[in-house]
């Protein structure tokens, strides 16, 4: 396993860390799935995976649980990095208690990293950064992280906070290389960590055939998956970090062994180079937003800004975030073609609330006559 350092801290973190997502919950708990998520978590560990990445929303509190199950006896070989809500905890008082009970399910004295999930520009920073500061002078937090953070966010967090924002979490992969615009440049000027959430793409790194044929000669000339080829790009970036989930066993060893190899720079050069997904404009009322099996959904604005289904972040507050970082992250539609022949779009169903949440997110801030960015699969 490589090591880096945590942004410009002396905290060596492994660079593929492990994502504690899809455990359920207290309502939904199924014992042998928990005990086999720790085992996994742990058998990652002892392969020099020794960062795990959870949240307060995971499971509702059930992943910090089971995290804490699987780090007890051996906290200090783990670098333990959670979040929490800013949607739910939005005064001080209120952060200082999300973090009381994320170390107690944690069932640790101190969190290594603490990260702000996504950024709410509904609350002022000021008593969000009085929280952070003062977990951190009591010990409880030892670093303090952001997450789907745009840089004008991340800078402000930065006058504000004196001791440093070490880390923005965001999606990255060979699908979504926007970070590659702005906070890739950004975070590593400035020795900032990025986080690459969904590695891997949640396990479906869909992309053109040439750029998958080249991916896969590569793959073949390392002798090794198509996986490990994807993570090992993309931490061979400086400041990377990637955080996978993986919960089958062989998946957990390939991700650990994903490092034990060097790509030539040439190579890396053509994977930066094929592997650019085009983003195309797409007319809202080309979408269709059926959902797969039966999970919550909206049918207008109306319904998106009452939220029901408490989606979070809800469509309002990503909304709002849209407006004011003046850029968008691309939607991800599968194409069809209707019984007339017409060339038409479905949310991507692997992902259906996230696309969701996005799809009404810029619905509610430019209404239904401005194209939305996509990358669009067949
Ligand atoms: N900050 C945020 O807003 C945010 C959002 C999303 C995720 N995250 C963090 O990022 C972590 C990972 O995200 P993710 O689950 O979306 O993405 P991911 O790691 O890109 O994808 C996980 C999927 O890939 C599969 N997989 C894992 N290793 C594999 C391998 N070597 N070969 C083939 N398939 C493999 C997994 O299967 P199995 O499970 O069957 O092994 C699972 O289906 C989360 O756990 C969480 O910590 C953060």
Redesign the pocket.
């Given at each position: 396993m490589l090591y880096k350092n945590l942004g410009s801290t002396n905290l060596k973190i492994s660079v593929i860390?492990?994502?504690?997502?899809?455990v359920g919950s207290y309502a939904w708990y199924d014992d042998d799935k928990a005990k086999e998520r720790i085992r996994g978590w742990r058998i990652g560990i002892e392969m020099g995976m020794n960062f795990i990445?959870?949240?307060d929303l995971?499971g509702g509190g059930l992943s910090e649980e089971l995290v804490g199950q699987a780090i007890k006896g051996i906290r200090e070989k783990v670098v333990v990095a959670t979040?929490f809500n800013p949607q739910g905890n939005d005064t001080s008082s209120a952060i200082l208690a999300a973090a009381e009970g994320s170390l107690r399910r944690l069932d640790t004295d101190h969190i290594d990293l603490y990260?702000i999930?996504?950024p709410n520009p509904l609350i002022p920073i000021e008593p969000v950064v009085a929280a952070l500061t003062q977990l951190v002078s009591d010990g409880k937090v030892r670093y303090v992280g952001v997450?789907?953070f745009s840089i004008d966010d991340l800078r402000e967090m930065q006058n504000f906070f004196p001791p440093g924002i070490v880390s923005n979490?965001?999606?990255y992969?060979l699908i979504d290389r926007s970070p590659e615009n702005e906070t890739l440049p950004y975070c590593q000027q400035k020795s900032i960590s990025v986080?690459a959430?969904?590695?891997?793409?949640?396990?479906?790194l869909s992309l053109d055939s040439y750029a998958l044929q080249c991916l896969k000669v590569l793959a073949e000339k390392y002798q090794k998956?198509?996986?490990?080829l994807a993570?090992r790009w993309l931490v061979s970036k400086s400041q990377v970090i990637?955080?996978?989930?993986?919960?089958?066993m062989?998946?957990?060893k390939?991700?650990a062994e994903?490092t034990d190899f060097v790509i030539d720079p040439d190579d890396l050069a053509i994977i930066d180079k094929f592997a650019m997904p085009e983003v195309v404009y797409i007319p809202i009322d080309r979408i269709s937003i059926n959902s797969p099996d039966g999970r919550p959904t909206y049918a207008s604005i109306e319904e998106a800004l009452k939220n029901a289904a408490d989606l979070i972040p809800s469509p309002e507050l990503l909304a709002q975030d849209l407006v004011k970082r003046k850029s968008a992250k691309p939607i991800q539609l599968i194409s069809y073609n209707d019984p007339q022949g017409r060339y038409l779009y479905k949310l991507d169903p692997y992902?259906f609330l996230?696309q969701l949440r996005k799809y009404w997110a810029w619905v509610i801030a430019y209404g239904r006559e401005k194209p939305i960015p996509a990358l669009a699969k067949e």
């Open positions: 860390g492990q994502g504690a997502t899809h990445d959870t949240a995971y979040k990260q999930h996504f997450s789907n979490q965001v999606e992969n986080l959430y969904s590695p891997l793409g949640q396990g479906k998956s198509f996986f490990q993570l990637a955080i996978t989930k993986a919960a089958n062989q998946h957990i390939e991700n994903s992902d996230g």
